[in-house]
């Protein structure tokens, strides 16, 4: 799944094509992925394109949005008008995916009134397209569902004692709660307890002042480079461009053999994902 380098990156892309276009129709093939009635969009312009977490937020002119997740294999792809060919992909390239558009996995379809096009793909159908209005929007993005990102004024150490020291869930776990902290994933949870030095089997609450204070540097380094890199392409995630992210290159621990001290890597099952570790670096 997409982490929220990843996210910003296709965000930054898909901003460059479609703020400023109007949405003329809307074709939902899969009734799952799509919640809300798609006649609240039509002929509403795309003023602004945000994200939360791993969620786009397409701000219309109307006071609605549209939420899109692509959770596990969605991905979205733009078609000027007139093209066969796509000429940006965003999330997931699934080799399903390699065939004329619309094809059998193509769920949802939006029109603009230039002819051009935006697909959403899902091979699993786990991800999700949501028009809702502005105010409710903002609920469901707020702090009640999300923790604060990681490169947030939000994000302190204060709040990192508060949320660790209450809990003797394993630290990895809390990492990847989208309630305790939005954005972060299994790949930049693994590396920022990595350059923090502490294993992610460790109880949240055995966490020492310093300690917290290193995994904060940790992760706020993690997804800078993963920004800096245009994210991570384990798996099959692409930018709006098409192209791969850069991140894997640099990864501490996530999928790699040696840690940067050439240390074998170790990986154990935490929460149902697997966690790698160096236990010689990390205690």
């Known amino acids: 799944m997409p982490e929220l380098p990843e996210v910003e990156t296709i965000k930054r892309g898909a901003g460059n094509l479609i703020v400023n276009k109007t949405i003329k129709d809307i074709e939902v093939c899969a009734k799952k992925l799509f919640i809300g009635n798609p006649n609240d969009a039509l002929g ?3 003023i ?12 219309l002119n109307n006071n609605k949005e549209i939420l899109m997740h692509m959770k596990m294999t969605g991905q979205i792809v733009f078609q000027p008008k007139g093209k066969e060919i796509s000429c940006a992909v965003g999330g997931h390239m699934q080799k399903a995916y390699g065939q004329r558009l619309p094809h059998k996995h193509t769920h949802i379809i939006y029109t603009f009134s230039d002819g051009s096009k935006l697909y959403f793909n899902d091979l699993r159908k ?9 105010k409710e929007a903002k609920k469901i993005l707020s702090r009640e569902h999300f923790g604060p990102e990681p490169l947030s004024k939000d994000f302190t150490l204060d709040y990192l004692k508060t949320i660790f020291l209450k809990t003797n869930k394993k630290i990895k776990e809390i990492l990847t709660d989208q309630s305790k902290i939005a954005g972060i994933g299994n ?5 920022a307890l990595y350059w923090a030095g502490i294993l992610p089997s ?3 609450k055995s966490l020492s002042e310093n300690e917290i204070s290193k995994l904060k540097s940790g992760i706020e380094k993690v997804i800078n480079l993963g920004l800096k890199y245009g994210g991570s392409s384990e798996n099959t ?3 709006i461009e098409g192209k791969r992210g850069h991140y894997m290159d640099f990864a501490a621990l996530y999928q790699q053999k040696l840690d ?10 935490i929460a149902g994902r697997p966690a790698f570790f160096c236990p010689i670096c990390q205690k």
């Open 48 to 59: 602004d394109i945000k994200r939360v977490a791993k969620v786009l937020e397409l701000v």
């Open 187 to 191: 790949i930049y949870a693994n590396d």
């Open 202 to 204: 460790r109880p949240a």
């Open 237 to 239: 995630y692409v930018n």
């Open 44 to 46: 509403a312009k795309i």
């Open 260 to 269: 940067p001290k050439g240390h074998p890597v170790q990986r154990q099952k």
């Open 126 to 134: 786990f991800g999700w397209n949501r028009i809702v209005s502005q």
